[in-house]
Every structure is written in structure tokens, then in C-alpha cells.
């Protein structure tokens, strides 16, 4: 069952790069296994399924200690600085970076603990939604150089999770905004800064970012049904 719903986002995927003119091969569809059990993950892994999102620190430890084959997992939720020693070595992205004393913490930490490099991804809230977390876009630069001078941490590229709306075409402004912004950054040509990676687009929209240039699409409830956050 999960891995039949996981098979149709993917081939959500390869239409929406099909109108476009895009390679399905430059998208990573991430299952993000919040809330849900590891048995899920498992699941899914034995069907070659590799990258998976998670919200919380403790749910990637948790995971991350009791799986039994290898996952990417990706940090999906905003982090705490003194939760990063728990994750920055079990991590392969982390998506929801947004201030330079995060940047600088992840930095520090990976130092102890003999990382050579954290992959990050900036997190920007293109529509200022008081809500959420992310920088302001035209903060952006700034933040960037500044993080580029980091030994341990390596930019990515951009993050952004977009308004949570009935009709997806809605975002599609926003979408186009951040592959422009990446565009923008990259011809600034930061010295350790990479804009290969946009992470944009969920259960809902994610046809949407994919057309207007998402390079990894965060999908849950589409995947692992709706989720019960009582438990």
C-alpha cells in the first residue's frame, strides 16, 4: 500500500517535469515519516526508498538508532540549537536553517563531533507569514555570506515551506520567487555555497513547485495518509 501511493507521487512527478521540460531524475520526492511509525519507514526502505523527512530531534534519534537498513534523513522542522548534538551527525540535509547563530551552533557542534561537513539548506518565508519560521527574502544575501565563511557547514541551497492553501496554483508565485532568489545568489558566486538544492512543494502543491523548479518535494500525507497528532 505505502509504496503503490509513494509510486503515484513519483509519477505525479514525472508528468509535472513533463510538461515543463524537466529530467524526473533532478527530483527527490522525500517521504516524511513524522508522527509515524518506524515500521512505515521499514516498509518503504525495502522497497529501495531512501530519503525520509522528519520535524523533531527525537524522532530521528529514535529512528535513526532502530532501523535496520540506512536511510537519508532529512531534518525537515526547525531545530534548536541545543538539539543539534543529537542530529548532526546522523542527518543528510538539514532543511530549515534560518539565522547565522543556527548556522554558527551547527558549525560548533560538527566541530566536536569530527563532522567534516553539515549540508543546509536556508530557510525563507517568502510570503511573511508570522506563523512560520524563515528569513525574509531580502535578508537572505546577507545571511548567506555571512554563512559561507562557516568551516563545517555547507550551503545547499534554499528551503521554503509555502501557505497552507485550497488551490495550489495560489503558490505558485512563491515557488517561482525562491528559483529565482537561487538564481540571484548563484551569480553572486558565494565562495562554499551551492544553490543546487530547492526544497519546496507538499502533499498538496508539490506538482505546482516541481514545475516552477523544486529539486526535492516534501510529501506526507499523501504517502502515509493523514496524520493524529494526540498521540
Same mark, same amino acid.
Not at 146 to 151: K, P, V
Given at each position: 500500500m505505502l509504496i503503490e501511493r509513494y509510486n503515484e507521487v513519483k509519477k505525479h512527478v514525472e508528468e509535472a517535469c513533463k510538461r515543463v521540460g524537466r529530467d524526473p531524475r533532478e527530483v527527490t520526492v522525500i517521504a516524511v515519516s513524522k508522527t509515524k511509525p518506524l515500521e512505515m519507514v521499514e516498509e518503504l526502505r525495502k522497497e529501495k526508498v531512501l530519503d525520509f523527512g522528519e520535524n523533531k530531534v527525537q524522532e530521528i534519534r529514535d529512528k535513526y538508532a532502530n532501523i535496520s537498513w540506512p536511510v537519508r534523513w532529512h531534518l525537515i522542522g526547525h531545530l534548536q540549537t541545543n538539539k543539534i548534538k543529537y542530529i548532526v551527525d546522523k542527518v543528510a540535509l538539514i532543511h530549515s536553517v534560518d539565522s547565522i547563530k543556527l548556522a554558527q551552533a551547527i558549525d560548533k557542534e560538527a566541530a566536536k563531533h569530527d563532522v567534516k561537513e553539515? #549540508?543546509?539548506?536556508?530557510? @525563507? /518565508? *517568502?510570503? $511573511?507569514?508570522?506563523?512560520?519560521? =524563515?528569513? /525574509? #527574502?531580502?535578508? @537572505? *544575501?546577507?545571511? @548567506?555570506?555571512?554563512?559561507?565563511? !562557516?568551516? $563545517? @557547514?555547507?550551503?545547499? =541551497? !534554499?528551503?521554503?515551506i509555502a501557505p497552507f492553501v485550497d488551490n495550489p496554483e495560489d503558490n505558485r508565485k512563491y515557488f517561482r520567487a525562491m528559483k529565482q532568489l537561487s538564481v540571484d545568489i548563484n551569480n553572486k558566486n558565494f565562495d562554499n555555497v551551492d544553490m543546487s538544492i530547492l526544497s519546496m512543494g507538499m502533499t498538496n502543491d508539490y506538482e505546482i513547485a516541481v514545475e516552477e523548479g523544486a529539486t526535492m518535494v516534501r510529501v506526507g500525507t499523501a504517502i502515509f495518509g493523514e496524520r493524529n497528532y494526540n498521540i
Open positions: 553539515v #549540508p543546509i539548506l536556508i530557510q @525563507v /518565508n *517568502f510570503a $511573511h507569514e508570522d506563523t512560520k519560521f =524563515g528569513l /525574509n #527574502p531580502e535578508d @537572505v *544575501f546577507d545571511v @548567506v555570506k555571512e554563512i559561507s565563511a !562557516l568551516e $563545517h @557547514v555547507k550551503i545547499k =541551497g !534554499l528551503m521554503q
